[in-house]
């Protein structure tokens, strides 16, 4: 190939992918790449139109390509990295992020992501200094924001004024924006001014939604569509009773609202002598859900549950990585499974699911005071209102079904009688109960990917019915919707 053909089909690959026309622009890439498999700029697009179409499996092909053919090419190191944090090969990205790190050191993103990981594992200190070194590199809300939620103290030695001047700015892109607005409400709810920490979220949420129309996307999803869907009475195809189709997992699932107590129930039954695997938020049930949704006509309101099965079965498999035949158990805490129960209960009819509630009003507040970046709709606060009001349909709808294999915990009644509550949980997923699992906050293999993951390292402290009083006249209107609603 020349070069003046391969500029000319580079470009023109290029204009498809700004276009967002991925598949044309795969298919030009493919091209230069079966003449030239060596062009590196070609795999680096290709790469990244394969993450856009969630295609794991090639993604990592075409970043360990790219990273063959140019060792020093930090940013493939970091992607690999984040790819493999993502399916919870830890120490796989823990080495990535080393190495590019090793490639360029003031490659602030790398060093923030192995901060974020180490925090993630419990080491606070060494997530803490990693997130100064980043600070030294490259000064940004969102690494202020995350040595604060930390040691809360730090917000003492920034400079607000500058945080201020950020907020203010034209220069800063919308999410950085979106944290220094953030970091401003922390401060007035450390002295007590709510309204000004409300009005501060505000805008920092309204900043994160706007700063990717992904984000707008997802919220439209979980949120309108999911709901219409799901919350239906809809109909099944039955399960082909084939020997390649039968499966030996029985997973817990830990489903709920996010901070209603689903990474306290999760570490708990993790922390049985038996160690039970804990695949955290796997996204394996909605993922698979989602791509019948993309490839499937749903006619008639009809699901396809062999199409579905087999996809969560192989994307299962690829974290369990097991041949036995033997039953495994294992945990997943991926918050959207409430809308798919009755396709979980299906699929997998010896399964145990918790479900994790407490007050709808505290719930709503502690979703908005916090920033949620995995999760959009999060980000408005009547799409949390319409959560709420969906999961509360959810569970009016379970308990008519008097379902033997769902239990529903109480956070208060958890956090208040953690002993009794946990023994009921244990006994529920017939797992053998000791008092070690109250030590949870002790163990140096715990891995939490939620905004919990700081908390959770503290043992259990009953519950404070009063710590959302005073935002009850502020967010008077929606405190009347969600008090309406039963708990």
């Avoid at 993630?120 to 969102?142: M, R």
């Avoid at 950085?176 to 949420?205: P, S």
């Amino acid at each position: 190939m020349s070069d003046n053909l391969a500029k000319k089909l580079f470009s023109k690959g290029l204009a498809f992918f700004k276009k967002k026309k991925y598949d044309e622009a795969a298919r030009i890439f493919n091209e230069i790449l079966k003449i030239n498999p060596k062009n590196v700029n070609s795999l680096i697009v290709l790469s990244q139109i394969y993450k856009i179409k969630n295609n794991n499996t090639e993604y990592e092909i075409l970043l360990k390509k790219i990273i063959k053919l140019d060792e020093n090419n930090y940013q493939s190191l970091n992607n690999l990295a984040l790819l493999y944090k993502e399916n919870n090969f830890i120490e796989k990205a823990e080495f990535y992020f080393k190495k590019a790190i090793e490639k360029n050191s003031n490659y602030a993103k790398a060093v923030f992501n192995l901060a974020l990981l180490y925090e993630e594992k419990g080491n606070l200190k060494d997530a803490e200094d990693l997130y100064k070194k980043a600070l030294k590199i490259e000064i940004l809300p969102s690494i202020y924001f995350n040595i604060i939620r930390i040691d809360q103290n730090y917000i003492d030695k920034i400079n607000l004024d500058q945080i201020k001047y950020i907020c203010e700015s034209n220069e800063n892109n919308l999410k950085e924006k979106a944290y220094a607005y953030f970091i401003l409400a922390i401060k007035e709810r450390r002295e007590k001014n709510i309204e000004n920490e409300i009005k501060y979220l505000e805008l920092g949420h309204q900043l994160f939604m706007n700063s990717d129309e992904i984000y707008l996307k997802s919220n439209n999803y979980w949120i309108d569509k999911i709901p219409k869907i799901f919350l239906k009475k809809l109909k099944y195809s039955k399960i082909q009773k084939k020997k390649n189709n039968v499966t030996n997992l029985n997973p817990i699932f830990v489903v709920g609202l996010p901070r209603s107590g689903t990474t306290l129930v999760e570490s708990l039954i993790s922390s049985q002598k038996k160690k039970i695997k804990n695949y955290g938020e796997t996204s394996v049930i909605p993922k698979s859900v989602g791509n019948f949704l993309l490839t499937k006509y749903l006619n008639d309101n009809k699901i396809n549950l062999n199409f579905i099965k087999k996809n969560i079965i192989a994307e299962y498999n690829k974290f369990i990585n097991s041949n036995t035949n033997t039953p495994i158990t294992f945990i997943d805490k991926t918050l959207e499974n409430i809308f798919f129960l009755d396709i979980i209960q299906k699929i997998f009819p010896k399964s145990k699911i918790i479900i994790c509630k407490r007050d709808y009003f505290h719930n709503f507040v502690a979703i908005f005071q916090q920033c949620l970046a995995g999760l959009p709709w999060t980000h408005n606060k009547d799409s949390v209102l319409k959560y709420i009001i969906n999961f509360n349909l959810i569970l009016r709808k379970i308990r008519k079904l008097r379902c033997n294999n769902i239990l529903c915990v109480n956070l208060s009644e958890l956090t208040n009688s953690p002993v009794m509550s946990s023994k009921k949980i244990f006994k529920f997923c017939n797992l053998k109960w000791d008092k070690s699992v109250l030590k949870f906050y002790e163990r140096d293999d715990l891995f939490i990917k939620t905004a919990s993951n700081i908390q959770i390292r503290k043992r259990i402290f009953k519950y404070d019915s009063l710590k959302f009083k005073e935002y009850e006249k502020p967010l008077r209107k929606y405190f009347r919707k969600i008090n309406i609603l039963k708990n």
